[in-house]
Each structure stands twice: as structure tokens, then as C-alpha cells.
């Protein structure tokens, strides 16, 4: 991973931690305003990474799959869901499918996925910092601040927003 890319990862609790401290102005927001704000944040921040550079998400996370996922999957490999469940995938703790092993099984060396376009649900949104309701999710995203150093640079947009706010 590239030493900027760490970097960020290491001021991922710096950031969740101003954050947290702006709790009382991000609670004043309207649902639409806290959408509004990330999705600023996420479409200036992702003009300028290249998740290619990265793939921490890829390399460290399992994404859940679920039945469409799995399905389509299957399909693309040509293989029956029950085979490919065999072979690729386990139960985690909430009785949801993952890979079994980190990275990806499909993660090619150059970090490009070998299932772009068949991928599931939960890698086409990750890390779900343009998505509605934003404000029903803020745990996972300040999870992701660990994993991603996206979502580092849109917590900080979003916490230079907040200071500006009386």
C-alpha cells in the first residue's frame, strides 16, 4: 500500500474522534442535510482516489453475499450455488454469507477485482458514504475509517463542514 494511503489510515482516529465531538451539530442536521454533506464530501473525495491504488477494503474485509449476489456469481463461474458456496464462502457470526479467506479470492495482484462486473451488492456501494440516510449507518462508516482512507478524507470534508456550522 502506498505510504499516503497508510497515512490516512493512521489519522483514522483522530478523525473518528472529531467526529464524535461534533455529535451535538450533526444530530441538528435534517436527514436531507447530513446526505447532502456526505455526498459532497464523497464526490470531491473520490474525483481524486483511485480505489486501485488501495484495495485495502478488498484485502481486509469480507462483504456479505447475498442470494442475487450468489446467484449471479454461480452463473458467471458456471457453477451450481451450492458448489460455489462450497468452495468460496462460509457463514460469519449473524448467519451471513462471506469469502472465507481475506483477500478476495478475486482480487487480482493489480488490485483489479476479477468480478467487477458480477461483484456483489456490497462492493458496488462500499464504503456507502454517498447513500441516503447516511445518518442510520454512521457506525459502519466510522468503522470504515479503519479500512478505507476515503472515508478518512470524507470524515474530515464532513467535520470542516460541521466547524462552520453556529
Known sequence: ???HLLQ???KAGAARKQFKKL???WNKLSRDESDNLFLEAHEEVFAKV???D???CCKTTSPIVRDEDLELLARNFKMK?????KRYLRLDEDSDFVFTTAPCPFLGDDNKCKVYDFRPKACREYPHTDRKHIKQIMNLTLT?????PAVVQILERVNESLNLIK
Open 23 to 25: 455529535d451535538k451539530k
Open 81 to 85: 450455488p451450492g458448489d460455489f458456496i
Open 8 to 10: 490516512y489510515l493512521a
Open 50 to 52: 483511485d480505489c486501485l
Open 1 to 3: 500500500m502506498k505510504s
Open 54 to 56: 488501495c484495495a485495502n
Open 144 to 148: 470504515n475509517t479503519t479500512v478505507c
